[in-house]
Nanobody, 121 residues
């Protein structure tokens, strides 16, 4: 049974940093593309970053967020720096087969339960 478990969310002041983790079990992380999405209240889920054969970022986080992975630990990470109030959302990690349509949530078969990130201004 595949499980993705996010951790590391919390409350942080604007300008601060957080590192999210996504621990995977039941799958071999190195065989999958890993992505982070987020969903703010009243908004649709949106793509944040993807790590696979290539790395991609949403324009809104480029230069501030870094996605990484430790295949030996079967864990993916999202380092978030210079956080803004508009980064407040529930963050989800996802795993899927690499595809060119990397920003579409439909491309990812496995999802975590999400972790809340709140940035106070």
């Amino acid at each position: 049974q595949v499980q993705l478990v996010e951790s590391g969310g919390g409350l942080v002041q604007a300008g601060g940093s957080l590192r999210l983790s996504c621990a995977a079990s039941g799958l071999t992380l190195r065989l999958f593309a890993m992505a982070w999405f987020r969903q703010a209240p009243g908004k649709e889920r949106e793509f944040v970053a993807r790590s696979g054969d290539s790395t991609y970022y949403a324009n809104s986080v480029k230069g501030r967020f870094t996605i990484s992975r430790d295949n030996a630990k079967n864990t993916a990470y999202l380092q978030m720096n210079s956080l803004k109030s508009e980064d407040t959302a529930v963050y989800y990690c996802a795993a899927g087969v690499a595809t060119t349509d990397y920003s579409s949530s439909r491309q990812y078969a496995y999802w975590g339960q999400g972790t809340q990130v709140t940035v106070s201004s």
